[in-house]
């Protein structure tokens, strides 16, 4: 049903899920002797982050964060706004930020900056997609799972008007569903 809404599959399934087992093992040498506090972006970071500690083989600590880009489209200033903020304290913490996408980078430049702030012992960033052509402000993330090229993607936590976030694979819209 979901799928004919979908022009090309980006990134399957399988893909997914392999490239998960990649990042979690990569993730379990890093935190062996450590505690992280591995935060999730709401709402897109879900599914990935769901599948993602499963394979981190290390104790962590979960919590959530909702950022909303704040302002209008008139003014791009980057300024987000916490719609749910963390139950734990992140000082002295080695935080890990769990993301479903980096595009113009403000997200996780605010969030970055919040948690130095707050002070923070160490602050890694994982995401599963990064558009580096999005990029409007300097942040790299730490791992990395796809590159993807300047499209309309969704699917895997992804979302377009709140849909397709559930969605198994990463897929790119086809263009009569969002321009009319
Ligand atoms: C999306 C995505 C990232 C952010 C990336 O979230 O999940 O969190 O945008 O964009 P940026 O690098 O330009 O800041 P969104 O704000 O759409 O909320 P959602 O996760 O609830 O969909
Ligand atoms: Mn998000
Ligand atoms: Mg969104």
């Not at 040498?29 to 897109?44: C, E, S």
């Not at 980096?102 to 997609?129: H, P, Q």
Request: aromatic share 10%; net charge negative; no cysteine.
């Amino acid at each position: 049903m979901l799928q004919k809404d979908i022009e090309e599959i980006l990134i399957t399934e399988e893909k997914i899920q392999e490239k998960v087992a990649e990042l979690g093992a990569t993730l379990t040498a890093d935190y062996q002797d450590k505690f992280p506090l591995a935060i999730g972006v709401l709402k897109g970071a879900l599914p990935f982050m769901s599948d993602l500690i499963k394979r981190v083989d290390a104790y962590i600590e979960l919590d959530f964060m909702d950022v909303s880009s704040y302002g209008n489209a008139t003014v791009s200033s980057g300024e987000v706004k916490i719609v749910k903020d963390l139950n734990t304290s992140v000082e002295g913490r080695d935080v890990l930020i769990i993301e479903d996408i980096i595009d113009s980078g403000k997200t996780l430049n605010y969030l970055v900056e919040l948690f130095k702030y707050r002070k923070a012992k160490s602050i890694k960033i994982v995401t599963l997609l990064d558009k580096p052509t999005g990029r409007k402000v300097d942040l790299k993330a730490d791992y990395v799972g796809f590159i993807v090229p300047d499209a309309f993607v969704v699917g895997y936590g992804l979302d377009y008007a709140e849909k397709y976030r559930n969605l198994p694979y990463i897929g790119v819209l086809k263009k009569e569903i969002y321009s009319f």
